[in-house]
């Protein structure tokens, strides 16, 4: 990993706000991973673990039905996938899986709430999206969003 996941990540339009220093800590803390054609991301109805950010290539999103298996998205380049899961601790509501070649990160729950306790701009992004999207969020993960958005005292500095 490094400089040109780094790179693949700051081209990418859906992390355009992301800053440069945000990036860095993405790539330090997440794990690369190839992925190919049928590589399962994550399980439908397993307990979820980490979430992933595409860096390149296509997954798609898959959803057990009465007739087989239903297709419900395209995730492109960009898309975080799974990160309601580092939070709500609940069941994965589909199967990610690779649709063609590609890199991935991987970030662990245990690495993003290392993130969220030292008050991480990157983790405080990751309960945004999960906060937007309308899910209740955990009360451990909903009291340390509350802890690292809080104004600091005053003559204090926000640490980065």
Known sequence: MGVSVLA???ALPAL???SDAELAVLVTAAIEQRMSPGTIL???????RSCFLVVSGEAEVVRAAAEGE?????IAPGTFIGQIALVDRGPRSA?????????TLELSR?????????CSPLALRFQ?????????????????????????????????
């Open 110 to 118: 245990d690495v993003f709430e290392r993130l969220l306790s030292a």
């Open 128 to 160: 945004g999206v999960h906060r937007g999207g309308g899910h209740p969020a955990a009360p451990r993960g909903h009291r340390g969003w509350r802890a690292c958005s809080r104004r600091p005292k005053r003559g204090a500095a926000w640490r980065q």
């Open 16 to 18: 355009r706000e992301y």
């Open 95 to 103: 199967t990610v899986r690779g649709r063609t070649e590609g890199v």
């Open 70 to 74: 239903r297709v419900l998205a395209t």
């Open 42 to 48: 994550c399980r439908e109805g397993e307990v979820g």
């Open 8 to 10: 693949a990540l700051r």
